[in-house]
């Protein structure tokens, strides 16, 4: 199985997660994610997963301050904000990486070993 991983090359936090993923051999595709945003129907099944639609928003983003999404969320409907990170990968949290049985967002090394045992 080859794992997606969505990232950004010049992310420390991306770059964590790569190397944890090589040292453990495990193959994955990496998905720039500035140019390829997640799909909706992605970002509607790790929204499942993380149980919080703010989790998969990049909130230390310039984008995100620039549009002062933090505000604009606590009025916007799910499938608009859905809609918006479809659009525009530099405010999705990343890495961002769906498996069968879970979401991962962001690099928390204890997630991350739960998860590619």
Same mark, same amino acid.
């Given at each position: 199985m080859t794992v997606r991983v969505y990232e950004y090359e010049k992310c420390s936090t991306c770059r964590q997660a790569l190397k944890f993923l090589d040292a453990r051999k495990v193959a994955y595709q990496r998905v720039p994610i500035v140019d390829q945003a997640p799909s909706l129907a992605e970002l509607k099944a790790m929204l499942a997963f993380a &149980?919080?639609?703010?989790? *998969?928003?990049?909130?230390?983003?310039?984008?995100?301050? %620039? +549009? &002062?999404?933090? %505000? !604009? *969320?606590?009025? +916007? !409907? %799910?499938?608009? $904000? *859905? $809609? *918006?990170?479809? !659009?525009? &990968?530099?405010l999705v949290k990343r890495p961002f990486v769906l498996l069968k049985d879970r979401g991962l967002l962001g690099f928390k090394e204890d997630e991350w070993k739960a998860a590619f045992k």
């Open positions: &149980g919080d639609l703010k989790r *998969l928003f990049n909130t230390s983003g310039v984008v995100y301050r %620039e +549009m &002062g999404i933090g %505000e !604009k *969320l606590k009025t +916007m !409907k %799910e499938a608009d $904000a *859905l $809609a *918006l990170l479809s !659009k525009n &990968g530099r």
